[in-house]
C-alpha cells in the first residue's frame, strides 16, 4: 500500500498483519479520491475505523488541513503512528485510540468536511456509527460521509434521519456510498 499523490506521493505505508484490517485498494482509492478532489483541500477529514491510516494520510497528502484517526485496534494505532512519522503529518493529525462511538462524541470541531467510514464489513458499527453521525453538531449540509460498505448494504434505516444518500459508486465487491444531511431540516 501506498500514499498515491500529494505531497507524500509514492510513499510506502505499513499496515497492520492480519485479517483484522482490509487496506482500501490503490485503484480504489484513487476513484475515492478523483471523486473528493475540489473537497480535500483544506478539509478537516475523519478516517473512522482508519486500520493502517491510508486513507486519511492519502487526504492529508493531497491537502487536508487536518485529519481525525479513529482507531482501537493495538497493532493498527502502532501502523497510523508509524505511517503519521514516515509521511511527516504528525502535526496535521489527531489520532483518537478509542471506539468509534465514542470518538464520535469526542470530536469538538465546528464542522468536518469529510467523514470516511470504513468499519467491518456487516458489523453494527456501521449503523451505530452512523446514527451518532447524524446527531453530532459537526455533520451540517456541508459535510460528506463516505461509507466503505458491501453492495447492496442495507441503508435504509438512514430514513429515521435526516441524513440521505446522495451517491454510489459501486466496485466489484464493495462501494463507497455518499450521505449528506438533508438540506432544509
Same mark, same amino acid.
Given at each position: 500500500?501506498?500514499?498515491?499523490?500529494?505531497?507524500?506521493?509514492?510513499?510506502?505505508?505499513?499496515?497492520?498483519?492480519?485479517?483484522?484490517?482490509?487496506?482500501?485498494?490503490?485503484?480504489?482509492?484513487?476513484?475515492?479520491?478523483?471523486?473528493?478532489?475540489?473537497?480535500?483541500?483544506?478539509?478537516?477529514?475523519?478516517?473512522?475505523?482508519?486500520?493502517?491510516?491510508?486513507?486519511?494520510?492519502? $487526504? =492529508?497528502?493531497?491537502? +487536508?488541513?487536518?485529519? @481525525?484517526?479513529? %482507531? &482501537?485496534?493495538?497493532?493498527? #494505532?502502532?501502523?497510523?503512528?508509524?505511517?503519521?512519522?514516515?509521511?511527516?503529518?504528525?502535526?496535521?493529525?489527531?489520532?483518537?485510540?478509542?471506539?468509534?462511538?465514542?470518538?464520535?462524541?469526542?470530536?469538538?470541531?465546528?464542522?468536518?468536511?469529510?467523514?470516511?467510514?470504513?468499519?467491518?464489513?456487516?458489523?453494527?458499527?456501521?449503523?451505530? $456509527? =452512523?446514527?451518532?453521525? +447524524?446527531?453530532?453538531? @459537526?455533520?451540517? %449540509? &456541508?459535510?460528506?460521509?463516505? #461509507?466503505?460498505?458491501?453492495?447492496?448494504?442495507?441503508?435504509?434505516?438512514?430514513?429515521?434521519?435526516?441524513?440521505?444518500?446522495?451517491?454510489?459508486?459501486?466496485?466489484?465487491?464493495?462501494?463507497?456510498?455518499?450521505?449528506?444531511?438533508?438540506?432544509?431540516?
Amino acid at each position: 500500500m501506498r500514499v498515491i499523490a500529494g505531497e507524500a506521493r509514492r510513499l510506502p505505508l505499513v499496515t497492520p498483519d492480519g485479517l483484522d484490517t482490509r487496506p482500501t485498494q490503490d485503484r480504489i482509492k484513487e476513484t475515492l479520491f478523483n471523486i473528493l478532489q475540489m473537497e480535500t483541500p483544506g478539509a478537516v477529514f475523519l478516517d473512522l475505523c482508519a486500520g493502517s491510516g491510508g486513507i486519511g494520510i492519502e $487526504a =492529508l497528502s493531497r491537502g +487536508a488541513r487536518h485529519c @481525525y484517526f479513529v %482507531e &482501537n485496534g493495538r497493532d493498527a #494505532v502502532a501502523c497510523i503512528q508509524q505511517n503519521l512519522h514516515k509521511t511527516h503529518f504528525e502535526e496535521k493529525a489527531t489520532l483518537l485510540k478509542q471506539d468509534v462511538l465514542n470518538a464520535i462524541r469526542n470530536i469538538h470541531e465546528k464542522e468536518a468536511d469529510l467523514i470516511y467510514l470504513d468499519p467491518p464489513y456487516e458489523s453494527p458499527a456501521q449503523k451505530a $456509527a =452512523l446514527l451518532a453521525l +447524524a446527531e453530532a453538531s @459537526y455533520v451540517t %449540509e &456541508n459535510t460528506m460521509i463516505i #461509507v466503505e460498505a458491501l453492495l447492496d448494504t442495507d441503508f435504509s434505516y438512514l430514513e429515521e434521519t435526516d441524513l440521505e444518500i446522495v451517491r454510489e459508486k459501486r466496485y466489484k465487491a464493495n462501494e463507497h456510498v455518499f450521505i449528506r444531511r438533508k438540506t432544509g431540516q
